[in-house]
Nanobody
């Protein structure tokens, strides 16, 4: 099986920082893009940041200049460094990865279970 496990969420005051991690495990042949999404109460899930296998990145306009996405291919892990946090960043953050599983060569989009980030005023 293939799983994504997020960690690093929690409660932080406005202006503070938090670093999220997401590790992929299982029979993985390779991972293409990895990304972070978030969903606030009453809102649709939205893309926060994405990083390609080669390290190219894209960010939502609302987080540009504050968040940084990175990855460690040797560890099958993606990170999201969040600085200058605002109350509007409060949401459940989900990790996503596009990958190919071993043997079957099946392409999958896999989601983590989410980690809650709460930013207080």
């Amino acid at each position: 099986q293939v799983q994504l496990v997020e960690s690093g969420g929690g409660l932080v005051q406005a202006g503070g920082s938090l670093r999220l991690s997401c590790a992929a495990s299982g029979s993985i042949l390779g991972i293409n893009a990895m990304g972070w999404y978030r969903q606030a109460p009453g809102k649709q899930r939205e893309l926060v940041a994405v990083i390609s296998s080669g390290g190219n990145t894209n960010y939502a306009d609302s987080v540009k200049g504050r968040f940084t996405i990175s990855r460690d291919n040797a560890k099958n892990t993606v990170y999201l460094q969040m600085n200058s946090l605002k109350p509007e960043d409060t949401a459940v953050y989900y990790c996503n990865a596009g990958l190919i599983v071993k043997v079957s060569y099946t392409y999958l989009e896999v989601w983590g279970q989410g980690t809650l980030v709460t930013v207080s005023s």
